[in-house]
């Protein structure tokens, strides 16, 4: 669902606010937790005077000791009657504990009316940053998706006010274009597959590209026949529901700053298709658009965040369906370059659809940096886990400044080698490449290695990155700015590497 939670910038002091629920930062410092008031004196004189005892005696009552994200909570009078007053562990104040701090008010607020956080008056110099990572957090934490037919409660906050001395200095805006563009991404993760095939996807970026005026264009199954985009076609041919190709083009006001293309895996379900999943993994894979979604998710915002950089985006989207009309393992597809690949297995048909993108953008766009996203490999899961993307890439200044931003938005990403040696595991003895490593066994099978080889090879020596999101594209656990199902991630990284 669209984040149900408006963030507003208001003036001190806390205690005039009429929200019922009032969170107080409490910062870890060498000499101790230390809280956050509005400003010093007046404030905290006003807050001392109507609590049980001092704010320093409440903390240490409690066995606070600021960590981020730690929380305590009781009933007060400031003088409208009991509201919840609450103190909030912001750790040393750094974006990524303050988004951590954002999440946990986000779940601490759940069910209240209005919240207010006197987190504004904390300054460091690292103000802005800081306090776009707990906006960040505050909206996720709240985020929820649910098809129930009467709400569960309790409910996200539907205010949350952040009081501060320069209340128009509040990065706001950025913070919340930070977050919707991720509850986007979750959104369309989230959706099941009954709803989601790959025409429902098109009028979904229709309308966002309208919203965000976005130039689109969309290729049916007829034009990706007359075009050449033999592998989306190979993939697609097995569902009643055909497959799509979108482009979305985001032309910046003013002067540009290079050209990106971002190609998003778009598989609306994976069954593997002839190449059968067993259930326990097919169950998950209404989430394997996730790159298509944060594509969409990041086209999305870029205008609102100001971006220089112009972006096309290409959403390549198939249901890998079980029929009679699936392609079969050892069939050859051709792709939009010409090159032939085999596909001996069916359920290896993410680096399929992303081959034919990647070759229309390195032939018809020819952009500065081409990066792709998607929930490509198991294998990336098994190697780095749910809380870290996979980075491949053929330059190194790319891959540094993908890592820097997704560090930055808490959305950590871990190069891993493009190994030359296993190059011949992509050989195929009938056609130009094999979709799988044909000796990937005798290299103890590195499979995200093995996809991200067989995509390096439509890169027509572009800077190329590649985000493998297998794992951390979906949370199983409701923690933090996680609630389980899709996670968007990387829809915040890509903005803060193309906005800045
Ligand atoms: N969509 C899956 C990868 C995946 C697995 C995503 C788990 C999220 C969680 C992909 O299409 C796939 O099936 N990959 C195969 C490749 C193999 C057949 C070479 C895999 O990883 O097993
Ligand atoms: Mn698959
Ligand atoms: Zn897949």
Redesign the pocket.
Known sequence: MPIATEIHAIPGPLVDSSADLLALPVRSTEDGPVVVTAGTGPEADALDARLPAPLAELVAHYGLKGKPGEKADFPADLGRGLVQLSFLGVGSGTPADLRKAGASFARLAKGRTRAATTVGFLDDGRAEDGLTAFIEGALLGGYQFTMRSSAKPPEPVPAIELVAEHPERMPVQRGTALANATALARDLTNTPSSRKDPEWLVSRAGAIAGEAGLDISVWNERELERDGFGAILGVGGGSVRPPRLVRLDYTPEGPESGHVVLIGKG?TF?T?GL?L?PND?MK??K??MSGSAVVLGVLSALGALGTRTRVTGLLALAE?AFSGSAQRPSDVVTTYGGRTVEVL?T????RLVLADAMDYAAAELKPDALVDVA?????A?VALGTGTGALFSTDDALAAALTEAAEASGEPLWRMPLVEEYRDTLDSTVADLAN??TRSKDYGSP?AT??AMFLREFTAGLPWAHLDI??P??STSDEGLLTKGGTGFATRSLLRWLAG
């Open positions: 598989i994976d593997g190449s999943k993994n998950l894979m989430t394997d890998n297995n359920d290896a048909e993410g929930t490509l490999t198991g294998a899961k799988i490593g499979g093995d996809a297998a794992g594209g979906r």
